[in-house]
């Protein structure tokens, strides 16, 4: 799509009301969702070429440590049988991959959470289905979240969603995400601003988490 397209389209989506911008709070949390090596090992199927994305998120994970706010690493890890994931193990049979066994399921080098972050496990897209990361987050006050990973159009776009649904101003960093096409990574942020997040590009991630009392 043209600069003058996406010009047009943005100026259609604010005519029918979209894209208000939501004012973030002062007390994130990071959240990143699967930065899991399958994404990132060619000899998996699920290999996105997003070498330079995971770049970004550990930019991302180092500002937030400096900042001294909750961290939160997401992985999945299904039964051999993937029978844990129901019918999304049926429908996405690259699944196969994180299955009890696999190593692609592993958090890839230099975003492993640390000792005082807390590692989640979960089976479906959303970091906050069937997971206690809403309590999580509740309990430490948070009141926005800050979001990295892998991919955008499914696990990054749910966890955005559900974190809006429960309450939380939601900011995806446009490169510390990524997916296997460029054109679907690209209509799936902007979709994400339009209706349930903030999209920013790391560097005002950066000054925003800089800024924090106590940063």
Known sequence: ?????????????????FGRELEPGTRPALVLVDPARAYIDPECPLY?????NVAAMRVL????????????????????????AGVFFRKAGTLVAFCAGSPFAEVIDGLAPNDDELLLTKKYPSAFFGT???????????????IGGLSTSGCVRATALDAMQHGFVPIVVEEAVGDRDAAINSANLFDIQQKMAEVWPLARVATYLGALPGA
């Open 132 to 146: 206690t990361l809403h309590t999580y987050l509740t309990s430490l006050g948070v009141d926005t979240v800050v």
């Open 61 to 84: 994970l180092g500002h937030a440590r400096a900042a001294g706010i909750p961290v939160v690493v997401t992985e999945v890890r299904l039964r051999a049988d993937g029978a844990d």
């Open 48 to 52: 996105a070429g997003v070498e330079e």
């Open 1 to 17: 799509m043209s600069i003058a397209d996406r010009a047009t389209q943005a100026a259609d989506y604010a005519r029918a009301g």
